[in-house]
Structures are given as structure tokens and as C-alpha cells.
């Protein structure tokens, strides 16, 4: 099946830095990738959806000017959780869907913001 | 709004017996629905897709099952073995490229 590769798998920061995660769909072109944010024992809250060459479609409640999202190309988007904090600390997660079939999904970024 | 209900309880069963998994939703046509299986600290991977005119799936030890009237999506495995204990997802969309949206998920562990 396709491949989606998301790195790194996990990250330590500082809180205030910023943090940028990479999803790449290996053998395959996606048009739109979608970003999840998951806390322990809880359901995937979608995020973002990313589009290639347009601007990002943000869910309710999330801050697009903390999460900026990068579409640049057909095989890439990039998370960018900004000035992070304690809080942000979470599973993220990026998918990429092929029309008509399951979404293929990235093996997930812990953050822990200390 | 769109709502996506799945048993938020766990589902215990023991192995050899058939786990039935649950999802409705409500507001929603979708033009399929797609189940996926996530064990913790992974990403979901994608099981079966069912679309609105077929009735049911089958995929060795899965089966799907889709009601457009009731509004509900049933996910049967059969057989089960404990390294079917996991997380299970629904997610019903509509054609196109629209944003995909999961249930809660619902805790499957089979025994021995």
C-alpha cells in the first residue's frame, strides 16, 4: 500500500522554540494531507487540512498563526507548532488520502514541550 | 452538526467469538465509510472502505456492513485473536477531497 512518512517520531523542545514536523507521501502525490492532534486516550481531533499550493483549512479553535501549515508540494507538508508550550505537548499526526480509498497515515510526532 | 458515534466503552471478548463494533452518525451523507485499526502510540491504518451502494464488505476475518437509512456502519471480526485487541475507528466522508473525520473509537480486547 502507500506510504506516508512523518518525521521525526518524536521531539523534546524548550518551551517558546518552535518545532517543525515533516509528512511525506513516499510513492504517491497528495493533493491534500490532513494533520490530527491526538492526547492520551482520547480521539483524533482533526486539525488542519493542507492544501498543495493554497492555504491551509483550519478546524475551529485552532490557531493558524501557532500551526503553520506548508503544502509546497505534492509529496510534502510540514507542521510547524510555534513558540510551543506545555500544553502543545501531544501525538500529531499527518494523513494523505488517495481518492476512493482508505487515507495512508504518518507514524505520528510526540511532542513534549518541557 | 456532523456527528460520529462510536461505544466509547471497551468491548471484551473472548478469542474464537465475533466482536461487533458500532458506528452511527448523524447529519451526514457520506458517499463511503472507512474503518481503521490503531494501536497505541501508532497512526490508524486503514482497514476497509464501503461504499453507500454496497451493502457489505468482506475482507478475510473483517466484515462491513452499511445501512444509509439507519445511519449506522457495523464492523464484525470473526475468529477474533487477541492481536485483534485494538482501537477501531470509523470514519464515513463524502466523495471529493473533503476533510476526514473520525469517531472516538472504540477499545476491542479479545482474551485468551
Known amino acids: 500500500g502507500a506510504v506516508v512518512s512523518q518525521h521525526p517520531s518524536w521531539v523534546i523542545c524548550k518551551s517558546g522554540t518552535s518545532v517543525k514536523i515533516e509528512c511525506r507521501s513516499l510513492?504517491?502525490?497528495?493533493?491534500?494531507m490532513f494533520w490530527y492532534r491526538q492526547f492520551p486516550k482520547q480521539s483524533l481531533m482533526l486539525m488542519a487540512t493542507?492544501?498543495?499550493?493554497?492555504?491551509?483549512?483550519?478546524e475551529q479553535g485552532v490557531e493558524k498563526d501557532k500551526f503553520l501549515i506548508n503544502h509546497a508540494s505534492l509529496t510534502l507538508s510540514t507542521l510547524t507548532v510555534t513558540s510551543a508550550h506545555p500544553e502543545d505537548s501531544s501525538f500529531y499526526i499527518c494523513s494523505a488520502t488517495m481518492e476512493g480509498q482508505g487515507a495512508f497515515f504518518g507514524q505520528g510526532t510526540r511532542l513534549t514541550v518541557v | 452538526s456532523q456527528k460520529i458515534e462510536q461505544n466509547s466503552e471497551a468491548l471484551n471478548i473472548q478469542e474464537g467469538k465475533t466482536a461487533t463494533l458500532t458506528c452511527n452518525y448523524t447529519?451526514?451523507?457520506?458517499?463511503?465509510l472507512q474503518w481503521y485499526r490503531q494501536d497505541p502510540g501508532r497512526g490508524p491504518v486503514f482497514l476497509l472502505l464501503?461504499?453507500?451502494?454496497?451493502k457489505e464488505k468482506r475482507k478475510e476475518r473483517l466484515k462491513v456492513t452499511f445501512d444509509t437509512t439507519l445511519k449506522q456502519s457495523l464492523f464484525h471480526i470473526t475468529a477474533s485473536q487477541p492481536a485483534d485487541s485494538a482501537t477501531y475507528l470509523c470514519?464515513?466522508?463524502?466523495?471529493?477531497?473533503?476533510?476526514?473525520?473520525f469517531g472516538a473509537g472504540t477499545r476491542l480486547a479479545v482474551h485468551p
Open positions: 464501503i461504499r453507500e451502494n454496497e
Open positions: 493542507s492544501n498543495e499550493g493554497s492555504k491551509a483549512t483550519y
Open positions: 447529519n451526514y451523507s457520506p458517499a463511503y
Open positions: 470514519a464515513p466522508r463524502s466523495g471529493g477531497y473533503n476533510k476526514l473525520i
Open positions: 510513492d504517491f502525490q497528495a493533493t491534500t
